[in-house]
Protein backbone atom coordinates (compact mmCIF):
# COMPACT_ATOMS: atom_id res chain seq x y z
CA UNK A 1 0.00 0.00 0.00
CA UNK A 2 3.09 2.38 0.39
CA UNK A 3 2.84 3.24 -3.64
CA UNK A 4 -1.12 4.01 -3.02
CA UNK A 5 -2.00 7.56 -1.10
CA UNK A 6 -5.57 6.84 -0.21
CA UNK A 7 -6.25 10.57 0.60
CA UNK A 8 -6.45 11.56 -2.73
CA UNK A 9 -9.54 9.91 -3.02
CA UNK A 10 -11.20 12.15 -0.65
CA UNK A 11 -9.25 14.95 -2.70
CA UNK A 12 -10.40 13.59 -5.72
CA UNK A 13 -14.24 12.95 -4.24
CA UNK A 14 -14.01 16.98 -3.39
CA UNK A 15 -13.06 18.21 -6.80
CA UNK A 16 -15.40 15.98 -8.97
CA UNK A 17 -17.98 17.53 -6.77
CA UNK A 18 -16.73 21.29 -6.60
CA UNK A 19 -15.45 21.16 -10.07
CA UNK A 20 -13.54 24.37 -9.19
CA UNK A 21 -9.90 23.82 -7.37
CA UNK A 22 -10.61 27.26 -5.40
CA UNK A 23 -13.70 25.62 -4.04
CA UNK A 24 -12.41 22.51 -3.48
CA UNK A 25 -9.94 23.83 -1.21
CA UNK A 26 -11.67 25.87 0.41
CA UNK A 27 -13.98 22.12 1.63
CA UNK A 28 -10.56 20.90 2.78
CA UNK A 29 -9.00 23.73 4.30
CA UNK A 30 -6.25 23.71 1.95
CA UNK A 31 -4.31 26.56 -0.26
CA UNK A 32 -5.07 26.78 -3.91
CA UNK A 33 -1.60 26.10 -4.78
CA UNK A 34 -1.41 22.87 -2.76
CA UNK A 35 -5.00 21.62 -4.72
CA UNK A 36 -3.64 22.44 -7.70
CA UNK A 37 -0.44 20.44 -7.06
CA UNK A 38 -3.04 17.39 -6.37
CA UNK A 39 -4.97 18.03 -8.71
CA UNK A 40 -1.41 17.43 -10.44
CA UNK A 41 -0.82 14.37 -8.96
CA UNK A 42 -4.07 13.04 -9.68
CA UNK A 43 -3.59 13.36 -13.38
CA UNK A 44 -0.75 11.87 -13.39
CA UNK A 45 -1.94 8.71 -11.81
CA UNK A 46 -5.16 8.06 -13.69
CA UNK A 47 -3.35 9.34 -16.85
CA UNK A 48 -6.23 11.77 -17.61
CA UNK A 49 -6.58 15.58 -17.15
CA UNK A 50 -10.06 14.60 -14.90
CA UNK A 51 -10.72 18.39 -15.02
CA UNK A 52 -10.85 20.83 -17.86
CA UNK A 53 -11.27 24.17 -18.47
CA UNK A 54 -13.89 25.71 -20.78
CA UNK A 55 -13.95 29.42 -20.60
CA UNK A 56 -13.76 30.54 -16.70
CA UNK A 57 -15.32 27.41 -15.60
CA UNK A 58 -13.53 23.88 -15.57
CA UNK A 59 -15.78 21.02 -16.87
CA UNK A 60 -14.81 16.92 -15.88
CA UNK A 61 -13.62 14.19 -18.87
CA UNK A 62 -15.49 11.59 -19.60
CA UNK A 63 -13.41 9.12 -17.39
CA UNK A 64 -14.25 12.01 -14.64
CA UNK A 65 -17.70 11.42 -15.22
CA UNK A 66 -17.68 7.76 -14.64
CA UNK A 67 -15.38 8.35 -11.88
CA UNK A 68 -17.42 11.05 -9.81
CA UNK A 69 -19.83 8.18 -8.71
CA UNK A 70 -17.58 5.36 -7.61
CA UNK A 71 -15.54 7.93 -6.17
CA UNK A 72 -18.24 9.41 -3.65
CA UNK A 73 -19.43 5.89 -2.76
CA UNK A 74 -15.44 4.66 -2.13
CA UNK A 75 -15.13 8.08 0.33
CA UNK A 76 -18.26 7.32 2.12
CA UNK A 77 -17.91 3.65 2.65
CA UNK A 78 -14.44 4.73 4.21
CA UNK A 79 -16.41 7.24 6.53
CA UNK A 80 -18.46 4.76 7.59
CA UNK A 81 -16.49 1.91 8.17
CA UNK A 82 -13.89 3.93 10.54
CA UNK A 83 -16.19 6.33 11.70
CA UNK A 84 -18.91 4.45 12.99
CA UNK A 85 -19.00 5.64 16.42
CA UNK A 86 -18.61 9.58 16.32
CA UNK A 87 -21.91 11.41 17.73
CA UNK A 88 -23.32 13.49 15.26
CA UNK A 89 -23.25 17.24 15.67
CA UNK A 90 -26.16 18.57 13.70
CA UNK A 91 -25.35 21.95 14.57
CA UNK A 92 -22.10 21.70 13.12
CA UNK A 93 -23.10 19.18 10.34
CA UNK A 94 -21.93 20.94 7.04
CA UNK A 95 -23.19 18.48 4.15
CA UNK A 96 -24.97 18.23 0.69
CA UNK A 97 -27.94 15.54 0.32
CA UNK A 98 -28.79 15.03 -3.08
CA UNK A 99 -32.78 14.23 -3.48
CA UNK A 100 -34.20 12.94 -6.45
CA UNK A 101 -37.77 13.36 -6.77
CA UNK A 102 -40.91 14.89 -9.10
CA UNK A 103 -41.89 17.69 -9.44
CA UNK A 104 -45.09 17.54 -7.50
CA UNK A 105 -43.25 15.83 -4.48
CA UNK A 106 -41.24 18.83 -4.36
CA UNK A 107 -43.87 21.70 -4.48
CA UNK A 108 -45.46 20.04 -1.46
CA UNK A 109 -42.96 18.51 1.17
CA UNK A 110 -39.92 20.38 -0.31
CA UNK A 111 -40.47 23.71 1.58
CA UNK A 112 -41.55 21.69 5.00
CA UNK A 113 -38.66 19.70 4.50
CA UNK A 114 -35.90 22.60 3.87
CA UNK A 115 -37.44 24.04 6.57
CA UNK A 116 -36.86 21.13 9.18
CA UNK A 117 -33.31 20.68 7.67
CA UNK A 118 -32.32 24.53 8.51
CA UNK A 119 -33.95 24.43 12.17
CA UNK A 120 -31.77 21.33 12.96
CA UNK A 121 -28.58 21.70 10.66
CA UNK A 122 -28.30 24.91 9.61
CA UNK A 123 -24.99 24.21 7.32
CA UNK A 124 -26.42 21.15 5.46
CA UNK A 125 -27.88 22.24 2.10
CA UNK A 126 -30.34 20.14 0.11
CA UNK A 127 -30.02 19.45 -3.71
CA UNK A 128 -33.21 18.70 -5.17
CA UNK A 129 -32.83 16.56 -8.66
CA UNK A 130 -35.28 15.86 -11.34
CA UNK A 131 -36.21 12.05 -12.25
CA UNK A 132 -35.78 11.49 -15.86
CA UNK A 133 -36.07 7.90 -15.32
CA UNK A 134 -37.21 5.39 -12.36
CA UNK A 135 -33.11 3.52 -12.39
CA UNK A 136 -30.92 2.98 -9.06
CA UNK A 137 -27.90 3.97 -10.74
CA UNK A 138 -27.33 7.10 -8.89
CA UNK A 139 -28.49 5.74 -6.08
CA UNK A 140 -25.92 2.90 -6.66
CA UNK A 141 -22.78 5.06 -7.69
CA UNK A 142 -23.46 7.62 -5.12
CA UNK A 143 -24.33 10.70 -7.42
CA UNK A 144 -27.44 10.97 -5.02
CA UNK A 145 -28.49 10.70 -1.53
CA UNK A 146 -31.94 9.82 -1.25
CA UNK A 147 -35.21 9.29 -3.87
CA UNK A 148 -38.98 9.54 -3.27
CA UNK A 149 -40.93 7.73 -5.71
CA UNK A 150 -43.44 4.99 -6.60
CA UNK A 151 -41.24 1.78 -6.13
CA UNK A 152 -41.62 -0.42 -9.10
CA UNK A 153 -38.27 -2.10 -10.78
CA UNK A 154 -35.86 -1.27 -8.03
CA UNK A 155 -32.32 -2.91 -7.96
CA UNK A 156 -33.04 -5.69 -5.18
CA UNK A 157 -29.88 -3.99 -2.69
CA UNK A 158 -31.87 -0.92 -2.15
CA UNK A 159 -33.74 -0.07 0.93
CA UNK A 160 -36.99 1.29 1.64
CA UNK A 161 -39.25 2.83 3.70
CA UNK A 162 -43.02 3.97 3.04
CA UNK A 163 -43.81 7.57 3.47
CA UNK A 164 -47.17 7.84 2.90
CA UNK A 165 -50.34 6.59 0.44
CA UNK A 166 -51.66 8.42 -2.62
CA UNK A 167 -55.00 8.60 -5.16
CA UNK A 168 -55.31 9.98 -8.40
CA UNK A 169 -58.07 12.42 -8.12
CA UNK A 170 -59.30 14.59 -11.49
CA UNK A 171 -59.11 18.24 -12.20
CA UNK A 172 -60.74 20.74 -14.03
CA UNK A 173 -60.87 24.63 -14.66
CA UNK A 174 -63.71 26.34 -13.18
CA UNK A 175 -66.41 26.66 -15.05
CA UNK A 176 -65.73 23.46 -16.69
CA UNK A 177 -68.91 21.32 -17.54
CA UNK A 178 -67.49 18.44 -15.33
CA UNK A 179 -66.91 21.04 -12.61
CA UNK A 180 -69.64 20.73 -9.83
CA UNK A 181 -71.49 17.59 -11.18
CA UNK A 182 -71.49 13.87 -10.51
CA UNK A 183 -69.04 12.52 -12.47
CA UNK A 184 -69.40 9.24 -14.39
CA UNK A 185 -67.54 6.75 -16.63
CA UNK A 186 -69.36 7.80 -19.46
CA UNK A 187 -68.75 11.82 -18.86
CA UNK A 188 -65.15 11.70 -17.90
CA UNK A 189 -64.49 9.81 -21.12
CA UNK A 190 -66.27 12.12 -23.15
CA UNK A 191 -63.37 15.12 -22.72
CA UNK A 192 -60.32 15.36 -24.06
CA UNK A 193 -57.45 14.29 -21.24
CA UNK A 194 -53.83 15.28 -20.26
CA UNK A 195 -51.42 11.88 -19.84
CA UNK A 196 -48.55 12.57 -17.58
CA UNK A 197 -45.52 10.10 -18.70
CA UNK A 198 -41.70 10.80 -18.57
CA UNK A 199 -41.47 7.84 -20.96
CA UNK A 200 -44.40 9.50 -23.32
CA UNK A 201 -46.65 7.33 -22.46
CA UNK A 202 -50.08 7.53 -23.61
CA UNK A 203 -52.16 5.49 -21.51
CA UNK A 204 -52.26 3.79 -17.80
CA UNK A 205 -54.49 1.97 -15.10
CA UNK A 206 -56.96 4.84 -15.78
CA UNK A 207 -57.58 3.27 -19.45
CA UNK A 208 -57.50 -0.04 -18.04
CA UNK A 209 -59.96 0.63 -15.21
CA UNK A 210 -62.10 2.73 -17.95
CA UNK A 211 -61.84 -0.18 -20.32
CA UNK A 212 -63.36 -2.64 -18.16
CA UNK A 213 -66.67 -0.46 -17.77
CA UNK A 214 -66.87 -0.36 -21.60
CA UNK A 215 -65.16 3.50 -22.51
CA UNK A 216 -62.17 5.11 -23.62
CA UNK A 217 -60.85 8.44 -23.40
CA UNK A 218 -59.21 10.22 -25.59
CA UNK A 219 -55.14 11.38 -24.76
CA UNK A 220 -54.41 14.73 -26.93
CA UNK A 221 -51.35 15.68 -24.63
CA UNK A 222 -48.81 13.97 -23.05
CA UNK A 223 -46.46 16.02 -20.26
CA UNK A 224 -43.54 14.71 -17.97
CA UNK A 225 -44.82 16.28 -14.87
CA UNK A 226 -48.19 16.77 -13.30
CA UNK A 227 -47.25 20.77 -12.36
CA UNK A 228 -47.53 20.59 -16.27
CA UNK A 229 -50.94 19.44 -16.48
CA UNK A 230 -52.08 21.59 -14.17
CA UNK A 231 -51.19 24.13 -15.50
CA UNK A 232 -53.10 23.11 -19.08
CA UNK A 233 -56.13 22.22 -17.41
CA UNK A 234 -56.46 25.47 -15.86
CA UNK A 235 -57.15 26.97 -18.82
CA UNK A 236 -58.62 24.38 -21.27
CA UNK A 237 -61.19 22.01 -21.25
CA UNK A 238 -58.57 19.47 -21.25
CA UNK A 239 -58.83 17.32 -17.96
CA UNK A 240 -56.12 16.20 -15.79
CA UNK A 241 -55.49 12.81 -13.11
CA UNK A 242 -53.24 13.78 -10.41
CA UNK A 243 -52.39 12.30 -7.47
CA UNK A 244 -54.25 14.10 -4.70
CA UNK A 245 -51.46 14.75 -1.60
CA UNK A 246 -49.13 15.84 -3.32
CA UNK A 247 -50.30 18.49 -5.55
CA UNK A 248 -53.03 19.89 -3.30
CA UNK A 249 -52.00 23.48 -3.59
CA UNK A 250 -51.35 23.80 -7.18
CA UNK A 251 -55.03 22.56 -7.54
CA UNK A 252 -55.95 25.76 -5.88
CA UNK A 253 -58.48 27.57 -7.99
CA UNK A 254 -59.57 24.34 -10.07
CA UNK A 255 -62.44 21.76 -9.09
CA UNK A 256 -61.31 17.99 -8.33
CA UNK A 257 -63.51 15.49 -8.39
CA UNK A 258 -63.17 11.82 -7.20
CA UNK A 259 -62.67 9.53 -10.52
CA UNK A 260 -65.03 7.65 -11.58
CA UNK A 261 -63.34 4.42 -11.78
CA UNK A 262 -61.49 2.19 -9.12
CA UNK A 263 -57.58 2.68 -9.91
CA UNK A 264 -55.08 1.42 -7.07
CA UNK A 265 -53.94 3.89 -4.70
CA UNK A 266 -50.29 4.32 -5.13
CA UNK A 267 -46.95 4.41 -2.22
CA UNK A 268 -45.01 7.23 -2.14
CA UNK A 269 -41.35 5.85 -0.69
CA UNK A 270 -37.96 7.23 0.27
CA UNK A 271 -35.72 4.53 -1.12
CA UNK A 272 -31.31 4.40 -0.31
CA UNK A 273 -28.41 2.32 -0.71
CA UNK A 274 -27.38 -0.02 1.82
CA UNK A 275 -23.81 1.59 2.29
CA UNK A 276 -25.93 4.50 3.96
CA UNK A 277 -27.72 2.57 6.75
CA UNK A 278 -24.95 3.54 9.19
CA UNK A 279 -24.40 6.93 8.44
CA UNK A 280 -25.86 8.74 11.18
CA UNK A 281 -26.57 12.03 9.02
CA UNK A 282 -28.64 10.21 6.54
CA UNK A 283 -30.55 8.31 9.17
CA UNK A 284 -31.15 11.98 10.30
CA UNK A 285 -32.11 13.27 7.15
CA UNK A 286 -34.74 10.24 6.54
CA UNK A 287 -36.08 11.28 9.72
CA UNK A 288 -36.62 14.76 8.53
CA UNK A 289 -38.49 13.08 5.43
CA UNK A 290 -40.59 11.14 7.80
CA UNK A 291 -41.39 14.23 10.04
CA UNK A 292 -42.44 16.30 6.88
CA UNK A 293 -44.79 14.16 5.15
CA UNK A 294 -46.60 13.31 8.49
CA UNK A 295 -49.40 15.27 7.85
CA UNK A 296 -50.92 12.98 5.35
CA UNK A 297 -53.56 10.76 7.33
CA UNK A 298 -52.59 7.32 4.96
CA UNK A 299 -49.10 7.87 6.49
CA UNK A 300 -47.90 4.03 6.62
CA UNK A 301 -45.94 3.11 9.80
Sequence with gaps: MTSIDLNMLVVLDVLLTEQSVV???QRLELSPSAMSRALARLRLVTGDQLLVRAGHTLVPTPLALE????????????QNVLRPSIRLDLASLERTFTIRANDGFIERYGARIAGLVEEQAPLVRLRFAAKPDKSGTMLRDGIADLEVGVVNHMAPELRIQALFRDKFVGVVRLGHPLAGEDVTAARYAAYRH?????????????DDALRECGEKRIVSVIVPSFPDALALARTTDLV????????DAARAGMVTFPLPVATPDVTVSQIWHPRLDGDG?????????RHACSDAPEMLQ
Excluded at 67 to 78: E, I, M, Q
Excluded at 194 to 206: D, T
Excluded at 240 to 247: I, L
Design 23 to 25: RAA
Design 67 to 78: LRGKVSAVVADA
Design 194 to 206: ISVSRRGHAFGPI
Design 240 to 247: ASVPERQT
Design 281 to 289: AHRWLRTCL
